[in-house]
């Protein structure tokens, strides 16, 4: 991911923030919404995508 700093907002507060990294090493909202929109864009296009690009690809089923 290329954002610097993602927050995670709820009901108006900063639940969650740091690097695409470290939200999701969190197993927190976060990584509950990216897996889930991973799911629904059908993760192994998404996989190979990524290693087209030649960017890490990290395992969502752990």
Known sequence: ???DCICMM???EMVEGGTHLQLYEK???Y???FDAS???LNIENL???MADAGDEVLDTAL
């Open 1 to 3: 991911m290329d954002s």
């Open 10 to 12: 709820k009901k108006g």
């Open 27 to 29: 197993r927190g909202t």
């Open 31 to 33: 990584r509950k919404i």
């Open 38 to 40: 991973a799911r629904s």
């Open 47 to 49: 996989a190979k995508t």
